[in-house]
């Protein structure tokens, strides 16, 4: 299925700066409908939640139209999407509930290759009650996490798994399903940390066997705001902190204080321009998001083997991105520069790629990176062929 990237670019008015922009796994800029549904919704009455006000009419369809454009989205059902302030802190969130339901000697696995928002806040709960922490290496040669990666630390009292989908650091896509069969096998939960991958590929919640997920909109062109999706009724069985005259009704009993109905508007609208971005496709959202995931996919496929092939050509430089399933994200450091200093030098060539380790703190140290850092170039929907010469040559004219 054919791709129109100027198309996308068209409706982005951040890209008229010119910038070759390569940071979208930090943030994606924003399409205009994503605007303009923030302004819109902050621009008509709004009130608190009901049906007697426009005001509350309008907060009420906000809200169930945003559940239902992520459920479409996540493979899940709007009953089980929850809204937060962020990823990060929906895991916290998550952690500290499910912590509750743990015993002494109890066991949570977690992984090197992992965000440290999924990392931290499962050691940190695992501490509170005294459960056990046990760590699922990598193998940083090929920055690949196999399934038998995590079946090495699981036994009878492991309570849950915590993994990513897509690494933000290096790109790998695990084996979920294979993992999560693992995990339930042993009588855990599987959380999966699909921040990254969600910008790249089309979720099935069911399909990953994933009992907990969280995704951020923010990394595929909506605003900022988290999302976590799990079944109702796995959510039902949960009892988070709450304000006691606040609603016990899931998954509102989750979601603290009144949620930003500007920002679930423009989530709503991104979801709806990724479907979009598939025009021959027909059906329900959920087909046209999966139609288009899959010419998102085979476009930056394309732009991933053409960078690819222009750093091979670069003397000095290493790739860390090194998976055999993986997003388009490469990960690289120059022989003898600072990474910062080749991210400062991109800028001064109009190409944006950040430098760092992007809180994958436990990875960047397995690949011995943690005291540098390395250069990041990530893909989007909106980037283009010119975009990625114009790193190349920027990259080209760095002098050893």
């Excluded at 006000?53 to 809200?63: F, L, P, Y």
């Excluded at 895991?91 to 015993?103: E, I, N």
């Amino acid at each position: 299925m054919a791709f129109d990237v100027d198309a996308v670019r068209a409706q982005i008015p951040a890209l008229k700066s010119g910038t070759a922009r390569f940071d979208a796994p930090g943030g994606t800029q924003t399409p205009q409908p994503v605007i303009d549904a923030i302004t819109d919704a902050l621009a008509n009455p709004l009130a608190n939640r009901g049906r007697t006000t426009e005001g509350e009419r309008n907060a009420e369809a906000i809200v169930t139209a945003a559940r239902e454009a992520l459920a479409d989205l996540l493979g899940a059902r709007p009953r089980g999407i929850v809204f937060g302030r962020s990823a990060t802190q929906l895991v916290y969130d998550l952690s500290r509930t499910l912590a509750r339901t743990w015993d002494t000697g109890d066991e949570v696995v977690v992984s090197r290759l992992d965000h440290d928002a999924n990392i931290r806040p499962w050691i940190q709960a695992a501490d509170a009650v005294g459960a056990t922490v046990r760590w699922a290496d990598f193998d940083p040669a090929t920055g690949e996490l196999h399934p038998e990666h995590i079946e090495a630390v699981l036994s009878a009292r492991t309570r849950l798994v915590a993994v990513t989908a897509a690494s933000n650091l290096i790109g790998t896509r695990p084996d979920v399903p294979a993992i999560a069969a693992l995990a339930h096998r042993a009588g855990a939960l599987l959380h999966v940390d699909a921040v990254h991958y969600a910008s790249h590929a089309a979720v099935d919640l069911t399909a990953l066997g994933a009992d907990t997920l969280v995704c951020s909109p923010y990394k595929f062109l909506g605003p900022h705001l988290g999302v976590l999706a799990s079944s109702p009724e796995l959510l039902e069985t949960l009892r988070p902190d709450k304000l006691a005259p606040s609603t016990d009704v899931v998954p509102e009993r989750f979601e603290l204080g009144t949620l930003p109905y500007e920002l679930l508007a423009g989530a709503r609208a991104a979801v709806d321009f990724l479907a979009g971005l598939a025009p021959e496709a027909s059906g329900t959202r959920r087909e046209r998001l999966e139609a288009a995931f899959t010419a998102i996919e085979g476009h930056e496929d394309i732009l991933r083997a053409r960078i690819e092939r222009g750093l091979a050509d670069i003397r000095g430089l290493t790739v860390y991105s090194r998976a055999a399933r993986r997003t388009p994200t490469l990960l690289f450091r120059v022989d003898g520069r600072e990474s910062a200093a080749v991210s400062a030098h991109l800028a001064e060539h109009g190409v944006d790629a950040p430098a760092g380790t992007f809180y994958a703190a436990e990875a960047a140290r397995r690949l011995g990176l943690a005291a540098v850092g390395g250069v990041r170039v990530g893909l989007a929907p909106y980037t283009s062929i010119e975009d990625v010469d114009r790193l190349l040559e920027a990259l080209g004219s760095i002098r050893p």
